[in-house]
């Protein structure tokens, strides 16, 4: 029901844009959110936006670097990821949420997608 892709190997202060499809049954009405987990760590949130793309919210550390966005008519979400860092390395997984606005917590996410390989070289 979520499809992420778009991960891959880039230098650092390169870009990335990785993309998430959900279906109609499971997305367009819910906000949607970007989580990573880098190895040996615990999942941690990235980035969120609300059902309409009204409003989103990001991690202080990538807050200014990556910029969440959705296309309703597609049911997708994007995030676009530029001047990146080798600690953003770290598979990247999309969620859609319970409700329809954007939120940090993992418990807020009902589904989520297989995740995509991000690894940034320095």
């Known amino acids: 029901q979520l499809q992420a892709s778009g991960g891959g190997l880039v230098q650092a202060g390169g870009s990335l844009r990785l993309s998430c499809a959900a279906s109609?049954?499971?997305?367009?009405?819910?906000?949607m959110g970007w989580f990573r987990q880098a190895p040996g760590k615990e999942r941690d949130f990235v980035a969120a936006?609300?059902?309409?793309?009204?409003?989103?919210t990001y991690a202080d550390s990538v807050k200014g670097r990556f910029t969440i966005s959705r296309d309703r008519s597609k049911d997708t979400v994007y995030l676009q990821m530029d001047s990146l860092k080798p600690e953003d390395t770290a598979v990247y997984y999309c969620a859609v949420g319970r409700g329809s606005l954007a939120s940090t917590r993992i418990a807020a996410y009902a589904y989520w997608g297989q995740g995509t390989l991000v690894t940034v070289s320095s």
């Open positions: 936006i609300s059902w309409n793309g009204g409003s989103a």
């Open positions: 109609r049954r499971t997305g367009s009405n819910n906000a």
